[in-house]
């Protein structure tokens, strides 16, 4: 073991096997320390690093130019061609759908309404007309500020139309548009007009000198818009055969909705270039489509004799408290219709009235007829040679039937009645056995000449054609009710026009309603209608208006018919109804049917009571009225009496 050296250096430490030997270094200079320092470790040193090279700053890379002009034009290319193919679609392909879409963002199209024909009697007289009323109605943006003045002097103006109160409320609601009246005369509008304008002066007066801020406002925001008013000048006198129209303008009942197309003309327009907010541009392009009017109407009635039979039936109706009642005053010769009066009727001017009293019963109302009919029957009876003046009959007061027995208004055994004698006394059994003569094909195709079963061709909205039982093929107890008038049902214009073309030699004319029409010129296109056709011979309607005026006579069944002066041919009517409360016979229709002068005729008129209450009658119920109304007619078309006599025809044998 050795001993460390003398001066305290530090020990030599042996190499390691294999080492290299390395040259003794030179000592240095031994420093002086106070600490101790540590021996030397014997691991591996880390290894350096290399130091990073910097890159480089990026840069965009722009590529080739003419790669970019490519592009470039190809985006633009692609662009145009867009462009030419919307054109191309535009202007090439569908140019007039595209531009009318156009066209249709500038304009505005207003509709320019026609004038609607009027309705007039025979001789001009107005029944139904257009006036030129207007709309007010008002801008609440303007009026609200000068409110209460505007309704000063709206407000007496258009008494029974609006209030105050609500005028006030209207005038000051929010919004741009209000109604304020409808179908206010034009008359009123100027009045209404000059009174803002005295006003509006008043306050420019006032205003004279005033800060802008301390002004009155101007009344300003009343406008008006056309509004159309159907008027009927004579008020109830042939309202159920006028009818009326309803709010658009259009007809709603009678002849105003059946001749609808031919009244309303055709609306024109006017199309205007608008700006941004729909207002018209001054002077610009305006096309106009002007309206086409309506096309009158005159009717055959006779405004006059129109009002007197609605007065009488109307009178009557009252007096014998029935439901209703109809006056058929018909021209022989030319089937014209000179009244067809209806009771109950309405006031077309009053707008309170129901939809239920807009019905014309004289052509939609059927009913059994009663022995009115006899005159059909006769007639076709006398046309087949069966029976004439000279025929006797013995009348029993009842006839047995295959469906049961059938009897007379009034008690009585057997009676040597003639045929003149059947109608007189109107005897249902009597005409029964005359009419057994006859097949029943032949007696069903006399009842369609006659009309029956058959529209009158009046073409009116509503008509009923009435009832008859199909075929020819009849029992034999339905052709014996229809004979006496049961068993059948009629309106009352084609039981007019039947006994009217007895009164007609035995020509059936067909009924007219519509004289001519009235072009917007002014001139005048007759009607046309179906052509006449004989029904029965001259000697057959002859043979039957003789029978007809012993009706009339002092022992006929309606002497109450008789006129003064004038040869009167009548026949009274009392059928039995069915009530559709119970499908039974319960109600009645008395009637009477006649015409004047009997051996030269000018008017037939037909009277229908509906279900009279207490003692019935045609003749003493229907008699009167036809009298009033026959005369009033011959008075006024200066009808002179014949002078003729009535026959002595035996009714009796």
Same mark, same amino acid.
């Given at each position: 073991?050795?001993?460390?050296?003398?001066?305290?250096?530090?020990?030599?430490?042996?190499?390691?096997?294999?080492?290299?030997?390395?040259?003794?270094?030179?000592?240095?200079?031994?420093?002086?320390?106070?600490?101790?320092?540590?021996?030397?470790?014997?691991?591996?040193?880390?290894?350096?690093?290399?130091?990073?090279?910097?890159?480089?700053?990026?840069?965009?890379?722009?590529?080739?130019?003419?790669?970019?002009?490519?592009?470039?034009?190809?985006?633009?290319?692609?662009?145009?061609?867009?462009?030419?193919?919307?054109?191309?679609?535009?202007?090439?392909?569908?140019?007039?759908?595209?531009?009318?879409?156009?066209?249709?963002?500038?304009?505005?199209?207003?509709?320019?309404?026609?004038?609607?024909?009027?309705?007039?009697?025979?001789?001009?007289?107005?029944?139904?007309?257009?006036?030129?009323?207007?709309?007010?109605?008002?801008?609440?943006?303007?009026?609200?500020?000068?409110?209460?003045?505007?309704?000063?002097?709206?407000?007496?103006?258009?008494?029974?139309?609006?209030?105050?109160?609500?005028?006030?409320?209207?005038?000051?609601?929010?919004?741009?548009?209000?109604?304020?009246?409808?179908?206010?005369?034009?008359?009123?509008?100027?009045?209404?007009?000059?009174?803002?304008?005295?006003?509006?002066?008043?306050?420019?007066?006032?205003?004279?000198?005033?800060?802008?801020?301390?002004?009155?406002?101007?009344?300003?925001?009343?406008?008006?818009?056309?509004?159309?008013?159907?008027?009927?000048?004579?008020?109830?006198?042939?309202?159920?055969?006028?009818?009326?129209?309803?709010?658009?303008?259009?007809?709603?009942?009678?002849?105003?909705?059946?001749?609808?197309?031919?009244?309303?003309?055709?609306?024109?327009?006017?199309?205007?270039?608008?700006?941004?907010?729909?207002?018209?541009?001054?002077?610009?392009?305006?096309?106009?489509?002007?309206?086409?009017?309506?096309?009158?109407?005159?009717?055959?009635?006779?405004?006059?004799?129109?009002?007197?039979?609605?007065?009488?039936?109307?009178?009557?109706?009252?007096?014998?408290?029935?439901?209703?009642?109809?006056?058929?005053?018909?021209?022989?010769?030319?089937?014209?219709?000179?009244?067809?009066?209806?009771?109950?009727?309405?006031?077309?001017?009053?707008?309170?009235?129901?939809?239920?009293?807009?019905?014309?019963?004289?052509?939609?109302?059927?009913?059994?007829?009663?022995?009115?009919?006899?005159? +059909?029957?006769?007639?076709?009876? *006398?046309? !087949?040679?069966?029976?004439?003046? #000279?025929?006797?009959?013995? &009348? @029993?007061? %009842?006839?047995?039937?295959?469906?049961?027995?059938?009897?007379?208004?009034?008690?009585?055994?057997?009676?040597?009645?003639?045929?003149?004698?059947?109608?007189?006394?109107?005897?249902?059994?009597?005409?029964?056995?005359?009419?057994?003569?006859?097949?029943?094909?032949?007696?069903?195709?006399?009842?369609?000449?006659?009309?029956?079963?058959?529209?009158?061709?009046?073409?009116?909205?509503?008509?009923?054609?009435?009832?008859?039982?199909?075929?020819?093929?009849?029992?034999?107890?339905?052709?014996?009710?229809?004979?006496?008038?049961?068993?059948?049902? +009629?309106?009352?214009?084609?039981? *007019?026009? !039947?006994?009217?073309?007895?009164? #007609?030699?035995?020509?059936? &004319? @067909?009924? %007219?309603?519509?004289?001519?029409?009235?072009?917007?010129?002014?001139?005048?296109?007759?009607?046309?209608?179906?052509?006449?056709?004989?029904?029965?011979?001259?000697?057959?309607?002859?043979?039957?208006?003789?029978?007809?005026?012993?009706?009339?006579?002092?022992?006929?069944?309606?002497?109450?018919?008789?006129?003064?002066?004038?040869?009167?041919?009548?026949?009274?009517?009392?059928?039995?109804?069915?009530?559709?409360?119970?499908?039974?016979?319960?109600?009645?229709?008395?009637?009477?049917?006649?015409?004047?002068?009997?051996?030269?005729?000018?008017? +037939?008129?037909?009277?229908?009571?509906?279900?009279?209450?207490?003692?019935?009658?045609?003749?003493?119920?229907?008699? @009167?009225?036809?009298?009033?109304?026959?005369?009033?007619?011959?008075?006024?078309?200066?009808?002179?009496?014949?002078?003729?006599?009535?026959?002595?025809?035996?009714?009796?044998?």
């Amino acid at each position: 073991m050795r001993r460390p050296a003398a001066n305290g250096g530090p020990r030599k430490v042996a190499a390691k096997k294999g080492a290299a030997k390395k040259a003794p270094a030179k000592k240095a200079p031994a420093k002086k320390s106070s600490a101790r320092k540590r021996p030397p470790q014997n691991r591996p040193q880390p290894r350096p690093k290399k130091p990073r090279a910097k890159k480089p700053p990026r840069t965009l890379t722009l590529g080739r130019s003419t790669l970019r002009l490519r592009l470039t034009f190809g985006v633009m290319a692609f662009v145009l061609s867009l462009f030419a193919g919307r054109l191309v679609l535009l202007q090439g392909v569908d140019p007039d759908s595209y531009a009318l879409a156009a066209s249709k963002e500038n304009n505005k199209t207003y509709v320019l309404h026609a004038s609607r024909g009027s309705i007039t009697d025979r001789n001009g007289v107005e029944f139904s007309v257009t006036e030129d009323t207007v709309r007010i109605v008002a801008d609440p943006s303007q009026t609200k500020p000068v409110a209460p003045q505007l309704v000063s002097i709206l407000a007496p103006k258009l008494a029974g139309i609006i209030t105050p109160a609500e005028l006030l409320v209207r005038l000051t609601k929010k919004g741009r548009y209000v109604q304020l009246a409808e179908r206010v005369a034009p008359q009123t509008w100027n009045e209404i007009q000059a009174e803002v304008k005295a006003a509006n002066k008043v306050i420019a007066q006032q205003n004279k000198g005033k800060p802008t801020l301390e002004k009155a406002p101007a009344l300003l925001g009343l406008y008006t818009e056309a509004d159309p008013t159907r008027n009927h000048p004579n008020g109830t006198i042939a309202a159920t055969v006028v009818g009326v129209t309803g709010d658009d303008g259009k007809g709603k009942s009678g002849l105003e909705y059946g001749l609808n197309d031919k009244l309303s003309g055709q609306d024109g327009q006017a199309i205007y270039e608008v700006d941004a907010n729909g207002n018209k541009i001054p002077n610009a392009n305006h096309t106009v489509e002007e309206p086409r009017p309506g096309v009158g109407a005159q009717l055959t009635l006779d405004s006059d004799l129109q009002w007197f039979a609605e007065k009488r039936i109307e009178q009557a109706v009252k007096q014998y408290k029935a439901s209703g009642g109809t006056v058929i005053v018909q021209e022989v010769k030319s089937g014209e219709i000179l009244a067809m009066a209806n009771y109950p009727t309405f006031d077309p001017n009053s707008k309170t009235f129901k939809s239920s009293d807009l019905t014309n019963a004289a052509l939609e109302r059927t009913y059994e007829p009663g022995s009115v009919q006899k005159v +059909v029957t006769m007639a076709a009876l *006398a046309d !087949a040679g069966l029976i004439d003046l #000279n025929t006797k009959l013995t &009348v @029993p007061g %009842k006839i047995k039937l295959p469906g049961g027995w059938v009897k007379d208004h009034w008690v009585h055994g057997d009676l040597n009645l003639t045929i003149a004698g059947v109608i007189a006394k109107s005897s249902n059994v009597g005409t029964i056995m005359a009419a057994q003569q006859m097949r029943i094909p032949t007696f069903v195709k006399y009842l369609h000449d006659f009309g029956f079963g058959e529209p009158t061709g009046l073409g009116f909205p509503g008509e009923s054609k009435g009832r008859l039982m199909p075929g020819d093929e009849w029992p034999e107890i339905t052709r014996s009710n229809v004979a006496f008038g049961q068993g059948l049902s +009629v309106n009352a214009v084609q039981e *007019a026009s !039947a006994v009217n073309a007895v009164a #007609n030699g035995g020509v059936y &004319v @067909p009924p %007219k309603l519509v004289r001519n029409w009235i072009e917007p010129n002014g001139s005048l296109t007759p009607n046309t209608t179906a052509p006449p056709r004989r029904v029965v011979s001259e000697k057959a309607a002859k043979e039957v208006a003789t029978m007809m005026e012993a009706v009339t006579a002092e022992k006929g069944t309606a002497p109450q018919a008789a006129i003064d002066g004038y040869l009167v041919a009548g026949k009274t009517g009392t059928a039995q109804q069915v009530d559709s409360a119970c499908s039974c016979y319960q109600k009645w229709a008395t009637s009477f049917a006649g015409f004047a002068p009997a051996d030269n005729p000018r008017f +037939v008129v037909y009277v229908v009571l509906h279900d009279p209450t207490g003692a019935r009658g045609g003749g003493f119920q229907g008699g @009167p009225v036809f009298r009033d109304v026959m005369s009033y007619a011959l008075q006024k078309y200066a009808v002179p009496p014949t002078g003729a006599k009535q026959q002595n025809v035996p009714i009796t044998w």
